[in-house]
């Protein structure tokens, strides 16, 4: 009895568990209000890069999809996603919002820095979206200057986005 009991109460923990994580990837996160194109600067914080900022633009599109810049790379097959649920939120975990997609082109032309992936994590705060931005890439401590700008991920933080005008 108490095993069944016991099977019961996880049945309807994981069922809350995937109604909450449903809730939030189940339709497109974009509302009117984040649609449009989006400029800022972000500050670099990897140590082996000597540019200090990285400037981004970004469209999102009403179907989820962005597209502009990261740097001097082009995003490619960029998506605008939910990033947490309700329990997330409510736990200060992550951010909201997160766009996603590969880079055409080096991040940083002028030092031959480029990545594969780019992950920027968002929240909308004050009609601005306020996170940071991450790339694809391994962590090492210890590495020669070349290797880091070749493999390392590629790290901003400090990225205010806010709408440009049409």
Known sequence: MKRISLIVQRLVVLAAFLAAWDVCFAASVVTPAMAGNWKGTAQVIVSWCHQKDLAVSVDIHADGSVTGKIGDATLINGRFECNRGWL??????????????????????????????????????????????????????FSFEKTRKEKMGFSARSLKLVRSSP
Do not use: H, M, W
């Open 88 to 141: 997330g939120r409510k736990q200060n975990l992550a951010t909201d919002y997160l766009i996603n997609g590969r880079l055409d082109g080096a991040i940083v032309a002028a030092e031959g820095i480029g990545r594969n992936e780019v992950f920027v994590p968002l929240d909308l705060k004050d009609n601005a979206f306020v996170g940071g931005i991450n790339t694809s890439g391994s962590f090492c401590l």
